[in-house]
């Protein structure tokens, strides 16, 4: 519980360290298009990123196996397996969720890749917080 908190903390440090992703990208004098490339540019980073930490957090969980085959190990990268899955379908129904809130509605796009962006950064930082 206690690995568990401090990967929940660590991640929560590491997004309130990187400005949200709208504001970020709507700076003062910026048109509409250039927010659109900035947060193009911040999703496909941020996709990357996480991408990469999965992979490392999948590489360190078999190397904390040891190739040993156990049933707990198997039963633990399904399950880490099954977490990002439900963290896609997280992101998806969420994202979809948050442009109804925003007026004007021409920036709901903007709003539902923002959201994209926050919520990868975050999944980000937690996997780096955990099991390395």
Request: proline share 4%; net charge positive; hydrophobic share 40%.
């Amino acid at each position: 519980m206690k690995h568990v908190f401090s990967a929940f903390l660590a991640g929560l440090l590491a997004v309130s360290a990187h400005a949200a992703a709208l504001p970020e990208c709507n700076k003062p004098h910026r048109s509409h298009g250039a927010v659109d490339a900035c947060l193009a540019k911040a999703l496909g980073y941020a996709k990357i990123a996480r991408a990469r930490e999965e992979a490392n957090t999948l590489a360190s969980m078999r190397d904390a196996a040891g190739g040993s085959g156990k049933i707990i190990d198997q039963q633990l990268i399904r399950s880490y397996g099954a977490s990002k899955l439900a963290f896609d379908k997280y992101l998806k129904s969420y994202c979809a969720w948050v442009p109804n809130t925003y007026t004007p509605k021409i920036e709901a796009p903007q709003a539902m890749t923002a959201c994209e962006v926050d919520l990868l950064r975050m999944r980000t930082a937690q996997l780096k917080g955990s099991y390395h």
